[in-house]
């Protein structure tokens, strides 16, 4: 039998550097991430696109970067 895929152990947020409060990677788990913040919102492409290609799926965005990015488009239109 295969081994469970684990979260990766990055708790910073790769564009800001802050924490990224990602409950998987706190339990070591993606069992528990039903209850992460993170399900409840929306990572745009455009947001997606700030990383760099070697930052893409090795942690995840904050909270406040996604608040930022919604803010703005907000503030554009």
């Not at 993170?38 to 696109?49: D, G, N, V, W």
């Not at 700030?50 to 893409?56: A, F, S």
Request: charged letters at 15%; one cysteine or more; a negative charge.
């Amino acid at each position: 039998m295969p081994d469970a895929v684990k979260p990766l152990p990055n708790h910073q947020c790769p564009l800001c550097g802050g924490s990224n409060q990602c409950l998987p990677t706190d339990t070591g788990s993606f069992c528990s991430g039903s209850n992460c913040w993170c399900k409840s919102r929306q990572f745009p492409p455009e947001l997606l696109e700030k990383l760099n290609p070697e930052q893409r799926n090795q942690a995840c965005i904050c909270q406040r970067c996604v608040d930022d990015f919604h803010s703005q488009l907000h503030h554009l239109s």
